[in-house]
Nanobody
């Protein structure tokens, strides 16, 4: 098991930026894919971005491509989500997730590939 704690959420105006962080503890961070998911009120939890265990492969939801960047620092057991040009439709609770299989040959791109979740951090974008 791994423990995940997100930080960096808050209230921001449209067009602004936020940087989310997720600190991991409890197992070897550097061998697992990491993802950021978000869940808006009344909607399902969807993938925003993911990064493979080595940091060499990433994927993004179409709605955030060109605006969000996922990165990881394996020395600090931390994954980040830089969010720029924020829009009101980005408002949601953002959850960090850790992959369920170490050193996967291909990046996990769906919820099924993740089995450890953080409690989430609220991001609210005002118009």
């Amino acid at each position: 098991q791994v423990q995940l704690v997100e930080s960096g959420g808050g209230l921001v105006q449209a067009g602004g930026s936020l940087r989310l962080s997720c600190a991991a503890s409890g197992r070897t961070f550097s061998t697992y894919d990491m993802g950021w998911f978000r869940q808006a009120s009344g909607k399902e939890r969807d993938l925003v971005a993911a990064i493979n265990w080595s940091g060499r492969s990433t994927t993004y939801a179409d709605s955030v491509k060109g605006r969000f960047t996922i990165s990881r620092d394996n020395a600090k057991n931390t994954v980040y989500l830089q969010m720029n040009s924020l829009k009101p439709e980005d408002t949601a609770v953002y959850h960090c997730a850790a992959g369920s299989v170490p050193t996967r040959p291909s990046l996990a791109r769906t919820r099924n590939g993740y089995n450890n979740w953080g409690p989430g951090t609220q991001v609210t974008v005002s118009s």
